[in-house]
C-alpha cells in the first residue's frame, strides 16, 4: 500500500501535518532540522502554487464564459447588420454594387424547386350514389415544395391521344363524373405540376364491369402501366 496519497489534496494534506510533527523533534525520527526546513519550505511552495493554479483556473473558466458571450453577441449583431443591407441592396436598382461596395458575397440565386413526385398507390373505386369513379393516390413531395396541383387526363381504349379530365390539389383526389355510360375500358394519368414544371404522370388502365340486377357500375381491374406503383381497387 502506497504512503503517500495520490491525490493533490490529500497529498498536501498528508505533507503539511507530517512536515510539521517531524520537525519539532527531527532526531527522534533520524532527520536533521535541515531536511525537515527544507520539506516545511516544499510543503508550502506546492500549496501556494496549487492554489493559485486554482485560482487562475476559476479565472479561466470566468474569462472563457464571458468571452463566448460576447463572440455570441457579435455573431448576433453582424448578422442583423448584414440582414439590414440585404434589404436595403434589394430596394436599388443595382443591387449586386452594393455588396460589392461592402464587400460582401451577394446573394447565391434560389435553387430550382424539384419537379413533383410521381403519384403512387393509386385506388379506384366507383361511387354508389352516382356511378362517378373516384380516384385516389399518394405523392411524397417535400414538405419545402407545396402548392402542387395534380393533371388528370384520360383516353378511352389503349390508342389515341390524353384528353383533360380535371384538376386536384392536395387532397390528391379527383372524382371523375362526367364518365360515359357503357365505357367498360378507360386509361387515366395524374401528373403533378408546380409552377409551370411538370413531374413524371402516374398511368393507370382502368376496366369496369357491371354486377347485381340493376346493372352497377363496378371496377373490375386495375392496372399501373408506367411501373411506379401498383394501383389497387378502392375499399
Given amino acids: 500500500?502506497?504512503?503517500?496519497?495520490?491525490?493533490?489534496?490529500?497529498?498536501?494534506?498528508?505533507?503539511?501535518?507530517?512536515?510539521?510533527?517531524?520537525?519539532?523533534?527531527?532526531?527522534?525520527?533520524?532527520?536533521?532540522?535541515?531536511?525537515?526546513?527544507?520539506?516545511?519550505?516544499?510543503?508550502?511552495?506546492?500549496?501556494?502554487?496549487?492554489?493559485?493554479?486554482?485560482?487562475?483556473?476559476?479565472?479561466?473558466?470566468?474569462?472563457?464564459?464571458?468571452?463566448?458571450?460576447?463572440?455570441?453577441?457579435?455573431?448576433?449583431?453582424?448578422?442583423?447588420?448584414?440582414?439590414?443591407?440585404?434589404?436595403?441592396?434589394?430596394?436599388?436598382?443595382?443591387?449586386?454594387?452594393?455588396?460589392?461596395?461592402?464587400?460582401?458575397?451577394?446573394?447565391?440565386?434560389?435553387?430550382?424547386?424539384?419537379?413533383?413526385?410521381?403519384?403512387?398507390?393509386?385506388?379506384?373505386?366507383?361511387?354508389?350514389?352516382?356511378?362517378?369513379?373516384?380516384?385516389?393516390?399518394?405523392a411524397s413531395n417535400p414538405q419545402a415544395t407545396g402548392g402542387v396541383t395534380y393533371v388528370i387526363r384520360r383516353r378511352f381504349g389503349s390508342v389515341g391521344p390524353f384528353e383533360y379530365a380535371g384538376l386536384a390539389g392536395s387532397e390528391k383526389t379527383f372524382v371523375d363524373e362526367t364518365l360515359p355510360r357503357g365505357v367498360d375500358f378507360v386509361n387515366y394519368t395524374i401528373t403533378g405540376t408546380r409552377s409551370g414544371v411538370s413531374g413524371q404522370p402516374c398511368e393507370i388502365a382502368v376496366r369496369f364491369g357491371t354486377v347485381g340486377p340493376g346493372g352497377a357500375l363496378n371496377v373490375v381491374s386495375v392496372t399501373e402501366k408506367t411501373g411506379e406503383s401498383t394501383p389497387k381497387l378502392a375499399a
Fill in 1 to 138: 500500500m502506497a504512503i503517500v496519497p495520490t491525490k493533490i489534496n490529500d497529498l498536501l494534506e498528508f505533507a503539511s501535518i507530517h512536515s510539521s510533527l517531524w520537525a519539532q523533534t527531527p532526531t527522534a525520527y533520524g532527520l536533521t532540522a535541515a531536511q525537515c526546513t527544507a520539506l516545511t519550505n516544499a510543503v508550502n511552495a506546492a500549496t501556494g502554487a496549487y492554489s493559485d493554479a486554482l485560482d487562475a483556473n476559476q479565472a479561466k473558466i470566468k474569462a472563457t464564459g464571458t468571452s463566448n458571450q460576447k463572440i455570441s453577441a457579435l455573431r448576433t449583431s453582424l448578422a442583423e447588420t448584414i440582414s439590414f443591407i440585404k434589404a436595403y441592396a434589394e430596394t436599388q436598382a443595382d443591387p449586386a454594387q452594393i455588396f460589392i461596395n461592402a464587400q460582401l458575397p451577394p446573394p447565391a440565386p434560389p435553387a430550382p424547386a424539384p419537379a413533383p413526385a410521381t403519384p403512387t398507390d393509386v385506388k379506384v373505386g366507383v361511387r354508389l350514389t352516382d356511378g362517378a369513379v373516384e380516384l385516389k393516390w399518394k
